[in-house]
């Protein structure tokens, strides 16, 4: 999701949300391989 520019529309800062989790740690998986 994070690769297709669609994070930008996806706010990981709100209250819980069906698949927050499993985005933050796609986000979070992205920024390492970008690291």
């Not at 994070?2 to 986000?27: C, I, M, P, Y």
Request: aromatic share 8%; glycine share 8%; hydrophobic share 45%.
């Amino acid at each position: 999701m994070f690769q297709s520019g669609l994070g930008r529309w996806v706010n990981l800062n709100k209250e819980a949300f069906t698949g927050k989790a499993a985005l933050q740690a796609e986000h979070q998986a992205v920024s390492r391989r970008i690291s």
